[in-house]
């Protein structure tokens, strides 16, 4: 018998940034629904578009369907959380289609690399605008609005900028960095509200990204000897957010299949 099944029944999650079926984002949102959450997803094809891999604009209409096919609540909006106000705005969304959540899983991100020869304000601002204010706010405002004495959930997705240089990432590793810090700030500032806040670092993780060589080359730096998978990163997502969970807080996990 699966014991797992229904662990999250009755519990809504808000997952950020699940616009391709192959990202961290749609494993996410499909593991919170096996395990009984309904889910209300964003995405920003306009982001994809501008990235090599491209967008499908269908993806994310099948990304619902699927979850709706195990038997949960789905929606999905396509919002800029670059806009100043989008973290009220889909809270409120979020509340109308589903009710209250109590998972929010700041997912999204913005990623162009610049190095010294060409980074500019306007990059390291676009980059700032996502990966940390969107990912501040939102949290506040999720936490603001949280209602229940316990079960509230924070997780943000990092890149281990704490365990060495990104070389020609600047902005990105720069504000991506500030997610552990205001991991483990906010984890103390909304602990008493029964709210968890943690941080997973996933590791190099082939969402479609990689060419063969360079997963051939980046698999023998592991000592799983393979890269790190979507499900991967949604299996952790998906224990934190239970009540197994509620124990670690303020953490910055590094679950990278031991990568050197």
Not at 4 to 16: E, H, P, S
Not at 64 to 76: D, F, K, N, P, Y
Not at 232 to 252: P, S
Request: charge should be negative; include cysteine.
């Amino acid at each position: 018998m699966n014991t797992t099944l229904g662990r999250l029944t009755g519990r809504i999650a808000i997952v950020t940034g699940a616009s391709r079926s192959t990202g961290i984002g749609a494993a996410v949102c499909k593991e919170l629904a096996y395990l009984g959450a309904d889910v209300f997803f964003t995405h920003w094809v306009s982001y994809d578009q501008q990235m090599p891999w491209g967008s499908n604009n269908e993806e994310q209409k099948q990304l619902c369907e699927e979850i709706r096919a195990m038997g949960v609540r789905c929606e999905h909006l396509m919002m800029d959380l670059s806009a100043p106000e989008s973290f009220v705005d889909l809270l409120n969304n979020v509340e109308q289609k589903l009710g209250e959540p109590s998972i929010l899983v700041n997912n999204a991100c913005y990623s162009v690399n610049d190095d010294l020869t060409t980074i500019t304000p306007e990059s390291l601002d676009a980059h700032y605008a996502i990966n940390v204010r969107a990912v501040t706010m939102l949290s506040v405002e999720f936490a603001r609005r949280f209602t229940q004495s316990a079960g509230g959930r924070v997780i943000n997705m990092t890149s281990g900028q704490s365990l060495g240089p990104m070389a020609g990432e600047i902005s990105y590793a720069t504000t991506k960095g500030a997610i552990d810090a205001f991991t483990r700030t906010f984890a103390a500032e909304v602990g008493p509200k029964g709210i968890t806040v943690n941080a997973i670092n996933p590791g190099p993780t082939d969402t479609g990204w990689m060419t063969p060589d360079l997963r051939q080359q980046l698999s023998k730096q592991f000592v799983t000897g393979r890269v790190g998978l979507p499900k991967d990163a949604a299996r952790l997502v998906a224990f934190l957010a239970t009540d197994d969970g509620e124990w670690i807080t303020g953490q910055v996990l590094h679950s990278t299949g031991g990568f050197n």
